[in-house]
């Protein structure tokens, strides 16, 4: 009986699954975060915008889940991200037809969100342990086809959860007992001071980087405001972004930049310095990143950013990330481009080989300009997986059309 039971629930719930995915994601910008965390901040209105949004998003990467090659779906780390996507889609999907009259409605919906978002905490890492268990058990076919599909499939995967976490991060942060910074809209600082969010990140990346190698490199600061021309050390660029998501992309280049320099020059000499260039322009703040950490050869560029071709060794838990300096799964560039395009940006590498390196990131000035990029599933996107030629890079906008509207 209970097995009946079990079948009929996945059964109903792979039907809402397939209902759900037939809807294109809402894109959002800042500019429409901040409106809803301030003009129009209700509970009532985003829990009804909530548990129509997240069972979408969710669905539509789910299906595509289903779609990646068997030797990655097959992996035991894989099959358990499946089981924590179907549980968080399962429980939202209970409210759908819950009346906003009651007063309990409310309370259970923040409950279940806050524990779908401790559900997903190590979904990073776990999804890079079933790419791990994959390459360990050997890979067969076409190995480079192979890359080309789970490279799609991770840099979707991995945007769809940003986005989904960004949503959760908001409402909580608005309509629940989470603290937040007064000057803060939920996870948005209307006046994000770009070179202290960069400064935080050096200093930790700094005590990372003594610890492991018991030298690093200083930094010197500077902003240029482009419109006017002027520089200078104390001057500071503000705009309207989410500091975590800034600092999460700095903390990992400067990471890589002094390991880069260290490694380059020896632990005890005297290191060159980091050079960090913040520049406020009419569409973009650029901030760029420079190492003299001996650069790095042009046909190993776009290798860093590859999910499949991370030399880091295999940590033995995903908490030894945190514990362990400058180690891990070797996501961090991948990843932090990703955060970067997440609202219209981009991070990318220039490099000197023989010399050093330019981190760039380019984050857009307006709000209203920095737009969700998300994965959406279709026939188009089901094709990259099924069909004999190598995929490109989706999240070239280049190539996007307007995705804001439903069906």
């Not at 991948?334 to 390196?357: E, H, M, Q």
Request: hydrophobic share 40%; proline share 4%; net charge neutral.
């Amino acid at each position: 009986m209970r097995l009946m039971v079990r079948l009929f629930a996945a059964a109903k719930a792979t039907k809402l699954i397939d209902h759900y995915s037939q809807f294109h994601p809402s894109v959002l910008n800042i500019q429409q975060f901040i409106d809803f965390g301030t003009k129009n901040a209700s509970p009532k209105n985003s829990f009804l915008f909530m548990r129509k949004e997240l069972p979408v998003r969710l669905a539509n990467i789910m299906k595509e889940i289903l779609l990646l090659p068997e030797q990655l779906l097959n992996m035991p780390s894989v099959q358990l991200v499946q089981k924590w996507y179907m549980q968080s889609f399962v429980e939202i999907v209970e409210f759908e037809k819950a009346s906003t009259d009651d007063s309990t409605v409310l309370a259970r919906f923040n409950e279940t969100l806050d524990n779908m978002r401790n559900r997903h905490k190590s979904v990073v890492e776990t999804m890079a342990e079933g790419v791990m268990e994959m390459k360990e058990n050997g890979l067969s076919g076409d190995v480079n086809l192979l890359d080309s599909r789970v490279q799609y499939f991770l840099d979707r995967f991995y945007m769809s959860r940003i986005s989904i976490r960004m949503l959760i991060h908001q409402h909580l942060m608005l309509f629940s007992n989470l603290d937040n910074h007064p000057q803060h809209i939920g996870s948005i600082d209307p006046k994000c001071d770009v070179l202290s969010v960069a400064e935080d990140a050096y200093d930790n990346a700094r005590f990372l980087c003594e610890q492991y190698y018991t030298n690093a490199p200083l930094c010197d600061f500077s902003c240029h405001f482009g419109h006017n021309g002027t520089s200078g050390s104390e001057d500071r660029i503000t705009m309207t972004y989410v500091p975590s998501h800034l600092y999460h992309m700095l903390f990992e280049l400067f990471k890589n930049a002094m390991r880069a320099v260290v490694e380059c020059h020896g632990e005890n000499a005297k290191l060159p310095n980091i050079q960090v260039l913040v520049s406020k322009g009419r569409e973009d703040v650029t901030i760029k990143l420079s190492d003299q950490g001996g650069g790095i050869c042009r046909s190993e560029i776009d290798r860093l950013f590859n999910y499949m071709y991370s030399t880091a060794p295999k940590p033995p838990s995903p908490d030894a990330i945190a514990t362990t300096p400058l180690a891990g799964y070797g996501y961090g560039l991948p990843l932090s481009r990703l955060y970067a395009k997440y609202f219209n940006g981009d991070l990318w590498l220039n490099s000197v080989d023989g010399f050093g390196s330019d981190a760039m990131i380019a984050l857009k000035v307006f709000p209203c300009d920095a737009s969700e990029l998300l994965p959406i599933y279709n026939k188009t996107s089901s094709l990259k997986y099924t069909s004999a030629t190598q995929v490109g890079d989706w999240s070239d906008r280049q190539g996007s059309v307007d995705i804001g509207k439903r069906k």
